[in-house]
């Protein structure tokens, strides 16, 4: 068992220097993973400085337009305690297929032991879209998280932002009514 020194988190930590500063490249945690298909790829990083991780189809599903559908990866896995997996969409297939997924980002909790199916979705006006085995169809980006402890305040501290959103920081936001009359259902 390799013993840590201290500031040493146990994870590999590539180093570079620019200039006089040393850069640490992404941090390294292992994830168990069990492959649910024989067609199932294991997630693959296509370059190292990659955030995402490419998920793979395991079948084959047309998505007319505007459809959406749940395609399997035949992976399941158990990440590590205060991790989370985020599922993204990929770029190349969003850019030229109008392919997206529907809850970006879809959140894998660390309790979560089954299947990992990619909820995809043709935005597409008029082109059909096929997904074949083993295509790349999403990315997942693995991160530590921290739990927030809520605590209910009369009042909020101020910002140079306030309450404008929606697009307020490009000029086309608005600004909440004072109040808003509070909906009640029997």
Known sequence: MRRLSEGD?????????????????PSRIPVAFRRLSAQARTPAYAAEGDAGADLSATA??????????LVPTGIALALPPGTVGLVHPRSGLAAR????VVNAPGTIDS??????LVNLVNLDPTEPFTVHVGDRIAQLVVQEYLHAEFTEAGSLP??????????????FG?????????????
Request: proline residues 8%; without cysteine; hydrophobic residues 20%.
């Open 60 to 69: 084959t599903v047309t998505l007319a337009p505007g459809e959406r559908a």
């Open 174 to 186: 608005t600004t909440p009514p004072a109040t808003f009359e509070e909906v009640t259902t029997p």
């Open 9 to 25: 988190t146990g994870r590999n930590e590539p180093e570079f220097e620019i200039g006089s500063v040393t850069v640490t490249g």
């Open 97 to 100: 297929h109008g392919i997206s």
């Open 158 to 171: 101020e910002s140079d932002r306030g309450d404008t959103g929606h697009g307020s920081t490009g000029g």
């Open 111 to 116: 309790g979560y032991r089954g299947e990992i």
